[in-house]
């Protein structure tokens, strides 16, 4: 995930998975994100590929662009093109009616915020799992 990504939600995921946490971000990237909090610069590592871990991105990230919140420090994207060509284990959307969820085959529609891709798909519990 982009250091923003982290820096913003590392506490949505259960403490076990949270150790697990790691960032990657583009080598021109300003640093200013490796000061943001205590265990953020030892999270770095180069993006894997699809099938070695998860990459937890919005879709204008995994097409290597920049989020207004990244402040500058984007994904990797020489190394992205994986990851794009991997289908999504989830997709998080943001229906009609403004509640944010995992996409559903009985809700049509709603615009995609969150992509969870590669590795297999997670147990349904990871997804329901609370901090």
Same mark, same amino acid.
């Given at each position: 995930?982009?250091?923003?990504?982290?820096?913003?939600?590392?506490?949505?995921?259960?403490?076990?998975?949270?150790?697990?946490?790691?960032?990657?971000?583009?080598?021109?990237?300003?640093?200013? *994100?490796?000061?943001?909090? +205590?265990?953020? $610069? %030892?999270? =770095?590592? !180069?993006?894997?590929?699809?099938?070695? @871990?998860?990459?937890?991105?919005?879709?204008?990230?995994?097409?290597?662009?920049?989020?207004? *919140?990244?402040?500058?420090? +984007?994904?990797? $994207? %020489?190394? =992205?093109? !994986?990851?794009?060509?991997?289908?999504? @284990?989830?997709?998080?959307?943001?229906?009609?009616?403004?509640?944010?969820?995992?996409?559903?085959?009985?809700?049509?529609?709603?615009?995609?915020?969150?992509? =969870?891709?590669?590795?297999?798909?997670?147990?349904? @519990?990871?997804?329901?799992?609370?901090?």
């Amino acid at each position: 995930m982009t250091p923003s990504l982290y820096w913003r939600f590392r506490v949505l995921f259960p403490a076990d998975l949270r150790d697990r946490l790691r960032v990657a971000t583009d080598e021109a990237a300003p640093s200013w *994100w490796k000061d943001v909090c +205590p265990d953020i $610069a %030892a999270r =770095l590592e !180069p993006l894997p590929s699809p099938d070695q @871990a998860y990459l937890i991105a919005t879709p204008m990230q995994l097409r290597g662009e920049l989020e207004q *919140w990244d402040y500058g420090v +984007p994904l990797p $994207a %020489a190394d =992205l093109a !994986p990851w794009r060509a991997s289908p999504a @284990a989830v997709v998080l959307v943001r229906d009609s009616d403004h509640r944010i969820g995992p996409r559903r085959a009985d809700v049509p529609g709603g615009e995609t915020i969150l992509l =969870l891709v590669g590795g297999d798909p997670p147990a349904p @519990a990871h997804l329901a799992a609370a901090p």
